[in-house]
């Protein structure tokens, strides 16, 4: 199974400043990867996928991340952020097992 | 992409009782996948229900605390037996969602046992 590591637990950031959050992963074999938003009190949504193709990959709400392969990393970032942004934020991973292993989370609190 | 009705949405039950948590999907899937999320804490896999086949359980979990049930491709029901107030959780079910190509989630289950 893959081992994903986000590398910050908590990210405050200030309404239309940037963001950025840091995700790797432990493989190097194929690997399709996932930015899932929970916003207090729901379900998971997802942000945004790499399954192949370009290394950059467009989701919704104006969040984009780049595939690095040789850096095994899938970096999330919008450009300016919103206060309907706060939220726990998950990267995740999947091999050939077809379970998806979960990082620890990122708590993302943007402040007026 | 798929559409999944998780039930209940949120529960409180006394130690000792078991509560049974069901997952409706639209479509008719292969895989499907309960997961546990602790207080403040990220996605813990459970096991993975396949339709016609007994579950398979990630390390440490057991069926005899979590039983589930797959009887066909769009329904699967996860029983937490025995609670104690350390099984309070938020429970998810999960599909591999091919029309998305990815992974869909259910609202969740939000347990407080007391």
């Known amino acids: 199974a893959q081992s994903v590591t986000q590398l910050d637990s908590q990210v405050p950031v200030f309404e239309e400043a940037p963001v950025e959050l840091r995700c790797n992963y432990s493989?190097?074999?194929?690997?399709?990867l996932f930015w899932y938003v929970q916003y207090p009190n729901q379900g998971l949504q997802l942000l945004l996928k790499y399954l192949s193709g370009s290394t950059l990959v467009k989701g919704i709400n104006g969040f984009e991340a780049e595939f690095n392969k040789s850096q095994t990393s899938f970096h999330l970032r919008k450009p300016s952020v919103h206060i309907s942004d706060t939220a726990e934020y998950f990267c995740a991973a999947v091999s050939n097992d077809y379970k998806l292993s979960f990082g620890a989370g990122t708590t993302v609190t943007v402040r007026a | 992409s798929a559409v999944i009705s998780q039930k209940p949405s949120r529960d409180i039950c006394q130690r000792g009782t078991s509560l049974t948590i069901q997952c409706q999907v639209d479509?008719?899937?292969?895989?499907m996948f309960w997961y546990r999320q602790q207080p403040g804490q990220s996605l813990t896999l459970i096991a993975t229900?396949?339709?016609?086949?007994?579950?398979?359980?990630e390390s440490g979990f057991v069926i005899d605390k979590f039983p589930i049930s797959r009887p066909n491709l769009t329904f699967s029901t996860l029983t937490v037996s025995n609670m104690s107030p350390e099984d309070s959780s938020i429970y998810l079910c999960s599909v591999e969602d091919e029309g998305a190509q990815g992974y869909t989630f259910g609202s969740g289950t939000r347990l407080t046992v007391v």
């Open positions: 479509s008719q899937v292969t895989m």
């Open positions: 493989s190097s074999v194929s690997v399709y």
């Open positions: 229900a396949n339709q016609g086949s007994e579950a398979t359980y």
